[in-house]
């Protein structure tokens, strides 16, 4: 077994163990006679945990290491492993499969989603310790009589939909071609819509997991849109190269591959069609075989995929390979921009511009869904029904952020248009979010908001370029937020199942390991940190250089492209509405004097197994970033970024003022530490702002409410887009629906039962017709020739001698007829 | 003549075999496979009125007979020949003793591909390759053919492909769950079960028979006993179901049967399908049906088809019916009689009318894409429980016609198919979708039909709570509509999804209304069992009649759900075995169409 082999069969291992205990899990918890068993839990922490060894070693085993912390090797971190599980259908040429694709990504993702999962599962043994018992209470349910539901716990119910959703996950991580996305996407979906109904009793649950779901498969109704042009434009889902029948055949990011130009300033091009810059012309005369030409130079180009390129001036603006018009984009048959030609028409094989834009923001479509995005961001804060482990494992460290992966993932297939759609859905997120969050009381649903709001983050970074920066934020985020959760968690059980910030206070002395952990991830995930240099790095927690990493990105894609200034300034200022909600949160649970002494009073700290999770999150939630953009993290990262990345990218369809230069990574670096200052002068003052307000309490935050009363009106109902919902779709839907059974009702079967009543009228008519019509003639004959005979009953009297003269008569009459008529 | 050195085996050992088996074996099986429910029915007359338990077992046995009987038949079915099986060579000479030419299954054989050398020879391709022995195409006889009305040209022909061999076997497999499931029938159960073995015989004959005739008598065979199934064992509206069920039907089949006689009297008097496929194919010398014949049939034929599929507008037999008929009878109706209509359409109204196939094209999809918005609003807007299934279907039925009328002829190809993979997909995708709807609509009513025996309404806003008081029964029963949802890992997903990508190269905007349905189909799904399966409490009546599923329920939703994850997770499975078949399809549908169009363009040049 090669090395590669072994990584892909641990992968598959710890993908399938999940799997293996759902199954167990799920009918053995059934069949148990009591529900007092936690048989069904530690089966799943089992699993996952194999599963996170699995991963390590996986990881281990699949990075060199040697070069990702030599800072002066040039060399690849990883190369990407692709395979082949099974076949689902072939179709002549098209093939659709199982298959896998492991790149330092993956192992990252494989890592990262094993490790929480772990701790989100042992913190569950003891937040779910109250299913287990075989009468159950539910006191959020009322019966119709006035009592409480009763029920048996459901406690191995939980930890199979648990494990359900690890394997579905990490099989959306491992997954190698878009269509598996998909799958496993609906899969990661299905599990969120049972996990947030785990609940099944209560109307609020079932009604979340139903949006939750539904808001989810319209933004899954574009990615199918961008499945259908992948597929019948490139007619594979592969992400990599592969061979049919020992043919060839180029993944989609081979035959999308950018093609390098020398011209830094490609994006004016447009503009020398109107004939405003002329003396370029004759240098692009041939673009297309230059293109080639550069594309066989650059020979090598997959080994740029793991160079540290960060502060060399080699990199080249990278650019899809368009042909004159601007209006086709090429496919390549490799890497080194081999055009495809087709065999039969002898064309190149191509695609239209605004079709692979289509695709692109279809795809993305998806990932608005998924991750919760303006405007389908509203199922998010609803999921917050389900138990805290589950908010903390799905809502927030992984399928949520599964819509950022796949931006990841696919961005080489986004042209640079579908971007800044990625960086303004992404901007316009992050801020409606944050400020939703701020007027929030329910401390899950601050959280909620807050995950929204930096998945946004990701989404801009992705859209701006900065293709690391977000996937970097991805992870550090998925630690700090899950941290997060988990000691919310540990507040909400402390609390007796109280959920509301306004009856909690001071409770810092009473639970501190969940007050400090849940600092911990505050500071993180504001960013606050010590801005020099202690023994050649920074102080600061994982949060801080991530989202440093976004602010710079977004910073150099304000510098290249001025117009779009708002997707730097947006981030700023929510980077201090972050600090401000975050520690509003902290200060009103943890910090100051009990607001309800009840509450307070049967407050109590978590057992051990819920407070080991956290600190051992907490100690990710420091250090996992450790060394920012040259520590090992963002090394691994870096290892799998699309090599054009690196170089930024030009638009190629834009024209004039709408062209869109993506930064190099150079630009980035250039505005780095100008970036951070910022970023850290915006969450230090939103910080502060928190402290004055809630910490200290020198300003009364219902001044503020009062004096702002219709903006906070507006932000507790969320900028009303439920409502906008109801209205725009919903509602209309069935009002549709009622309008269907209608036309069933009254036109189709209308006209059928007004056909059949037509058929027994004819029928009667027909009857009519019979007995007063056709009968009544042959009566009339009847009766004619009856009558008939019966006057001339009076001529037959039996009489020989009289018949003798009537036949002597009658021949008289004859001839005298004849001669009448034949006169001779 | 490649096989000139072909002798006829015809030594004394060879011919008394033969002599001993008047029927040889594959004409046996098939024969078998159709007869054996009825050679049930007619043994059901044997038992005491009150042997009721006795006549059910007796039933079941038969059926199970069938299944196996079609097992086998998936054994001898070759999935490397992708034409109609079994193929047969004649053994005797045709003399005056004899006049009867006998036949003899090749056993082992293959078609040779484009380029194939045998022993130095070059062979052509579609010749039949057997041992040493080669035979050209015209020399074998594909499917059992044995004359039944001489003067008329009616023969009782039979066959199997990679079409219609996962439809027989859906077909005996949905019976024998249905007939488990019809246990609890309580009135008249002789009858019942006679009927019902009589209607599973029409389906197997319906499926198995490739002349038209043949064909027309066994669709008309299954049409009274569901007739009766319904108006006699239905619900209270069950005399108005039945009616429209059997005059809708009805209307279909007098259709049918002018477009027969059409094709009939165009043909030189054939019945025979495979023949007049090649007629309409263009692939009969001095034989051919006209452009107007052709689009004239095809609509009659298509009419006919698509009442049975239901699509738009021709659907509204279905809900009632459904409604109406006793819990078997809807599974049966669900899982096998709506596939006729899709198999019609594949087997007869395509082959023989191609150029009316793509003159009708784009119609076709746009009612499929209609049915499937259609069919989903109206779903969404019931409030009985069997009827949003009902409605289900028809959304679901809808991408199998899409998926098979997604055939895209260009302007710079002339005739040719443009993407002729996509529209293989799409076939591919439309018989995968009649597969999967098959089992996950046949469990569905069969769900419903669990919780009616036990509450005797079906009012989705009388239900709730079902999770709580019948958990096992709640999780099979979510999983089961999990598949008519199009989850992935389930059978629904792959049928939906494959037509839905292949549609994209036909009309993207006719695509996009189709995936649309994935909206559509997850919310009235999820809502029927948040309304049924979820809540606290149930609201309605016979509460204390809510008992958990019993062996034989349990055993019926645990093996449909089990092969709904099987069909969901492997798919290959399936359209491995009809890959072949549907390749050839495929092409011979393009290269008729192009044969016949040039034939067309040719003759109107002549005409000027």
Not at chain 1, 158 to 175: D, I
């Amino acid at each position: 077994m090669t090395n590669d082999d072994l990584i892909a069969n641990l992968l598959t291992a710890a993908w399938l163990l999940p799997l293996l205990g759902f199954v167990i899990e799920v009918f053995g918890g059934y069949w148990q006679k009591s529900r007092k068993s936690k048989a069904a839990a530690l089966m799943a922490v089992a699993c996952i945990g194999t599963g996170f060894v699995l991963s390590t070693v996986a990881l281990y085993l699949g990075i060199d290491w040697k070069v990702l912390f030599d800072p002066d090797n040039h060399g690849v971190v990883m190369e990407e492993i692709p395979g082949t599980f099974y076949l689902l259908g072939e179709f002549g040429p098209l093939v659709l499969s199982l298959d896998y694709y492991i790149d330092s990504l993956t192992l990252l993702m494989f890592t990262m989603v094993t490790l929480i999962a772990t701790c989100i599962h042992v913190f569950a043994l003891g937040y779910m310790g109250d299913e287990l018992t075989d009468d159950h209470v539910d006191h959020e349910v009322h019966l119709s009589d006035g009592g409480h539901f009763h029920r048996p716990g459901r406690f191995y119910r939980f930890f199979s939909f648990m494990s359900l959703f690890c394997f579905s996950m990490l099989g959306l991580v491992l997954a190698g071609n878009i269509f598996q996305v998909f799958i496993f996407w609906e899969l990661v979906g299905i599990c969120s819509y049972l996990l947030i109904g785990f609940y099944v009793e209560r109307k609020s649950a079932s009604n979340a997991a139903n949006k939750a779901f539904i808001v989810n498969r319209v933004g899954d109704f574009g990615f199918i849109i961008g499945l259908m042009v992948i597929w019948t434009s490139f007619g594979t889902f592969r992400f990599f190269d592969h061979e049919i029948d020992t043919k060839p055949v180029p993944g989609l990011f081979t035959m999308i591959s950018r093609v390098e130009t020398d011209d830094p300033h490609q994006d004016e091009h447009p503009a020398e069609k109107h004939g405003k810059v002329e003396k370029d012309e004759k240098e692009n005369e041939h673009p297309e075989d230059e293109a080639r030409h550069n594309g066989e130079e650059k020979a090598d180009g997959s080994h740029a995929v793991g160079e540290h390129a960060v502060g060399e001036h080699h990199a080249h603006t990278m650019q899809l390979d368009v042909d004159d018009a601007r209006s086709v984009v090429f496919l390549h048959q490799d890497k080194k921009g081999t055009r495809i030609a087709d065999p039969v028409s002898k064309t190149e094989k191509s695609i239209p511009y605004w079709l692979l834009i289509v695709a692109g923001v279809g795809v993305f479509a998806g990932c608005i869904g998924k991750s919760a995005q303006f405007p389908l961001q509203t199922w998010l804060p609803d999921a917050m029904e389900g138990p805290t482990p589950v908010s903390a494992l799905v809502h927030s460290a992984t399928m949520v952020a599964a819509g950022v992966y796949l931006a990841g993932r696919f961005y080489p297939m986004f042209a640079p248009e579908v971007l800044l759609v990625i960086a303004y859905i992404g901007c316009i997120t992050l801020f409606v979010a944050a400020t939703i969050a701020i007027v929030a009381t329910d401390i899950k649903r601050v959280l909620a908001y807050s995950t929204i709001s930096q998945l946004g983050y990701m989404m801009l970074g992705i859209g701006v370029g900065g293709w690391a920066a977000g996937l970097f934020h991805l992870i550090t985020h998925a630690f700090f937020k899950s941290l997060m959760f988990l000691a919310s968690g540990s507040v909400i059980v402390g609390c007796h199942h109280e959920q509301e910030m306004p009856r909690m206070g001071g409770l810092w002395r009473k639970m501190p390991v969940t007050a400090f952990t849940m600092l911990v991830g505050v500071i993180a995930i504001c960013g606050l940190a010590i801005p020099f240099s202690i023994f050649g790095a920074k102080i600061a927690f994982s949060g801080y250089h991530s989202k440093d990493a976004i602010v710079a990105s977004s910073l150099a894609f304000m510098n290249a492209n001025q117009i779009h200034f708002l997707l730097f300034f947006v981030p700023l200022i929510t980077a201090g509405i972050t600090a401000f909600y975050m520690f509003r949160l902290w200060f009103y649970t943890f910090a100051g004097t009990p607001r309800d002494q009840k509450v307070y009073d049967h407050a109590r700290e978590s057992p051990w197994v819920m407070t080991i999770p956290l600190i051992v999150l907490s100690f990710f939630a420091i250090f996992v970033a450790v060394g920012g953009e040259r520590g090992p993290l963002y090394g691994l990262l870096q290892g799998s970024e699309p090599f054009h990345v690196d170089g930024g990218v030009v638009s190629v369809a834009a024209e004039g003022a709408t062209a869109i230069t993506m930064p190099s990574r150079r630009d980035v670096h250039a505005v780095h530490g100008q970036a951070g200052w910022y970023a850290l002068i915006a969450a230090v003052s939103g910080a502060v702002f928190a402290y004055l307000l809630y910490g200290i309490r020198i300003i009364d935050p219902a001044d503020i409410k009062r004096n702002f009363s219709g903006v906070h009106t507006f932000l507790v109902e969320k900028w009303r887009f439920d409502d906008l919902y109801e209205v725009m779709f919903i509602k209309p839907v069935h009002v549709i629906a009622r309008w269907c059974t209608g036309f069933d009702r009254s036109y189709i079967d209308g006209l059928l039962h007004w056909l059949s009543r037509k058929t027994v009228d004819v029928s009667r008519w027909d009857r009519k017709f019979d007995e007063n019509v056709i009968d009544g003639l042959v009566n009339w004959i009847a009766k004619v020739v009856f009558k008939g005979g019966r006057s001339l009953r009076h001529v037959q009297t039996g009489l020989i001698r009289q018949y003798v003269m009537f036949i002597a008569l009658g021949v008289l009459a004859l001839f005298v007829l004849l001669f009448v008529m034949f006169p001779a | 003549m490649a096989s000139g050195e072909r002798k006829p085996p015809d030594d004394a050992q060879n011919r008394f075999q033969r002599q001993v088996s008047i029927m040889d074996s594959s004409t046996l099986l098939l024969s078998l496979i159709i007869f054996t429910p009825t050679f049930g029915a007619l043994a059901l007359w044997l038992f005491d009125r009150k042997a009721e338990e006795s006549m059910r077992y007796c039933a079941l046995v038969f059926t199970a007979i069938t299944f196996v009987l079609t097992l086998f038949l998936l054994g001898e079915f070759d999935r490397d020949d992708p034409g109609i099986q079994p193929v047969r060579i004649q053994v005797n000479e045709v003399s005056a003793e004899e006049p009867e030419p006998e036949y003899e299954r090749l056993e082992t054989y293959h078609v040779a591909a484009e380029g194939e050398v045998l022993d130095g020879e070059k062979l052509t391709a579609g010749q039949i390759v057997s041992g040493s022995k080669v035979y050209d195409e015209s020399e074998v006889q594909r499917g059992v053919v044995h004359e039944w009305i001489g003067q008329w040209n009616i023969n009782y022909t039979l066959g199997y492909d990679g079409i219609s061999v996962p439809l027989v076997l859906l077909t005996s497999f949905i019976s024998l769950l249905s007939l488990l499931a019809a246990w609890n029938i309580k009135k008249h159960v002789r009858g019942f079960l006679i009927l019902f073995l009589l209607l599973e015989s029409g389906m197997l004959g319906v499926f198995l028979s490739l002349d038209f005739f043949l064909f027309y008598v066994f669709w008309e065979v299954m049409l009274l006993p569901m007739y009766f199934l319904i108006g006699i064992w239905g619900g209270p509206r069950k005399e108005y179901a039945a009616i429209k069920f059997f005059l809708y039907t009805l209307v279909g089949s007098v259709l049918m049967l002018i477009a027969m006689l059409m094709v009939y009297y165009n043909s030189g008097q054939s019945f025979d399908l495979q023949f007049l496929a090649r007629v309409g194919q263009g692939l009969e010398e001095g034989l051919g049906f006209s452009q107007s014949i052709q689009i004239a049939a095809f609509i009659l034929l298509f009419i006919g088809f698509a009442i049975k599929i239901p699509s738009f507008p021709f659907h509204t037999w279905l809900p009632d019916a459904h409604v109406e008929a006793p819990t078997p009878i809807s599974m049966i109706l669900a899982g096998v009689l709506l596939k006729m209509g899709g198999y019609g359409i594949l087997r007869i109204a395509f082959p023989l009318c191609p150029v009316g196939a793509q003159y009708a094209a784009w119609v076709l999809a746009l009612i499929g894409a209609f049915s499937i918005i259609y069919g989903a609003f109206a779903a969404m807007a019931q409030t009985d429980f069997k009827r949003l299934v009902a409605y289900s279907s028809v959304s679901h039925m809808g991408y199998v016609l899409l998926g098979i009328a997604v055939w895209k002829i260009g302007e710079s190809t002339g005739s040719a198919a443009v993407g002729k993979e996509y529209w293989l997909m799409g076939m591919n995708g439309a018989m995968f979708q009649m597969l999967a709807h098959g089992v996950s609509s046949a469990g569905m009513f069969f769900m419903v039909g669990v919780i009616y025996d036990r509450v005797h309404h079906r009012d989705l806003n009388q239900f709730g709570g079902l999770m709580g008081l019948m958990p096992f029964y709640s999780g099979l029963a979510v999983g089961i509509f999990f598949a008519g949802l199009g989850l992935p890992g389930l059978c629904g997903f792959i049928g939906e999804v494959f037509v839905v990508l292949s549609t994209w190269n036909f009309s993207p905007p006719l695509a996009i209304v189709a995936a649309a349905g994935v909206i559509l189909t997850a919310g009235y799904i999820l809502w029927a069992i948040q309304r049924v399966f979820l809540g606290p409490e149930y609201k309605g009546p016979h509460k204390e009649d809510i008992t958990p599923m019993n062996g034989r329920e349990a055993s019926i939703a645990v093996v449909l759900l089990v092969f709904a994850i099987v069909l969901g997770v492997y798919p290959e499975s399936m359209f491995g075995l009809m890959r072949g078949s549907m390749e050839l399809l495929v092409d011979n549908l393009d290269q008729g169409y192009q044969e016949v169009s040039r034939a067309i363009e040719k003759a109107s040049t002549v005409m000027r």
